[in-house]
Structure formats: structure tokens, C-alpha cells
């Protein structure tokens, strides 16, 4: 498992991945009330995820499944 520092807080157009997509995603929104990102597929059919915890979320830098740059 990845840790992540608690502090950080993912910002509009960071590239991320999260077990529950096998595909690269972006993040279109941040609710920083309730400590989520909506997020939309960068690679593969168009996405959409809600409301999805920053600590389910891996960065560009982080994912071991996708350390090759997307496409």
C-alpha cells in the first residue's frame, strides 16, 4: 500500500489513478469539505467518478501500474 501525506491536497488537472479504474484519470473537481475529487478518464472509454477520498488516490508518480507515460 502507498502511503500519502496527509497534507496534500489534489488540485484540478492532476493526473491520478485509484484501484478501482484501470485507466489514467484527471481530476475535474475538488471538494475540500468533504475531502473528495470528482475524476474523469484521460486514456480509454470517458469515465466519470464522484466523490472518490483523496486517500484512495495515487499520483502520476506513485501508481506502480502505470509509471509509463500515458498515451
Do not use: C
Amino acid at each position: 500500500m502507498i502511503t500519502k501525506p496527509n497534507s496534500y491536497v489534489p488540485r484540478e488537472n492532476d493526473p491520478v489513478f485509484f484501484e478501482d479504474s484501470d485507466h489514467w484519470l484527471i481530476v475535474v473537481r475538488v471538494d475540500d469539505s468533504r475531502r473528495t475529487a470528482a475524476l474523469k478518464t484521460i486514456t480509454g472509454p470517458v469515465i466519470l467518478y464522484e466523490n472518490v477520498p483523496w486517500a484512495e488516490l495515487s499520483y502520476a508518480d506513485e501508481a506502480p501500474e502505470v509509471r509509463a507515460t500515458p498515451q
